[in-house]
């Protein structure tokens, strides 16, 4: 489970904590105080019925990366403004505004045609051995996807938290309802514990190449190609490792986008590891040489070898 000094094990996308059961009143009632108490995403927007643009700024990762929001700060990411980065003042309210969106497009176990009401929600959380917080600690999802969520909530009656409603606000703002439309988006939190200064900039550096998988044919393509290059030996690692981690397996473009963005760019054996494949040391380097190696050269490519943290240590807490 996560504390502050994490096991070589732990990455990105948690590992489960002990199983804790709440009460049928636990989601309502954390939605409650996360608007009382914590704001952002949405929180004073849902209860004073107030509809203006949310401020969107351009920003480039070492920017994003040393910052420190009070509240939810949204942000086109500088190399690419297709992919929009929220960057959240902690983690709940990270996971009431896109928990119910991950159990439909890429947790294991789920239906992928139908949105999650707040118990069922509850009982996918906790029945996996995670809280809110840790269902996962940082989100991409490609435009297409978060309006088929959209769309199946409202075909389906579901009744959605202001965070979410929050999100519906950015994502029309943004023309991402529409058909056709074209963007990703990724989302980290605050260093607020128990994520860290380096796990922060980690988690964005892993979400980033989501986003060019999102936004650039040519990486997904290039992506799918190395996939399809793998040993089945080394393919089933990979699958193995992810199942782990609570993802669908049955969705092979979600394992080739997520084997690339811990191959390559989660270079910290405190979220990912040869160990956690179960191979060799030597063996990890190989493959991830040769997919930087074969690259595609683009925006993305310089960052396969960057060191991390990219930035100054952070900023103190800043408002929009």
Known sequence: MLNDGLDPDQRI????????????????????????VTGGAGGAWFMFGRS???????ETEAQIDASQP????????AADPE??????PNLTIQGLTLDRVAALIEKAHLPRNQVLDDVDLREAIYDCGDTIESYYYGHDYKAADL?????????????LNAHELWLKQLLNQLGWLDPGAVGALITLPAAVPPVTESMRA???????????FYTVPAYEAYAESFWNSLTDVDRAAFISFLS?????????NL????????????????????KALGMSQAQLDTLREGYIAGMPSFWLTPLANETLPVSAPLKACQTN
């Open 13 to 36: 996308r948690i590992l489960p904590q002990p199983k804790r059961k709440k009460t049928g009143l636990w989601l309502a009632l954390g939605l409650v105080c996360a608007i009382i």
């Open 52 to 58: 203006t643009a949310i401020p969107i700024d351009t």
């Open 70 to 77: 009070c509240d939810t700060k949204v942000s086109h990411f």
């Open 83 to 88: 992919i929009v980065v929220i960057d959240f």
């Open 147 to 159: 309006a088929r969520f959209f769309q199946l909530a409202a075909q389906q009656n579901i009744t």
């Open 202 to 212: 980690v988690i964005l550096h892993h979400e980033i190449s989501h986003g060019a």
């Open 244 to 252: 782990t981690e609570g993802y669908d397996t049955n969705n092979t």
């Open 255 to 274: 394992m080739l986008n997520e084997a690339q963005a811990y191959l390559v760019f989660t270079p910290d054996p405190q979220f990912f590891s040869a």
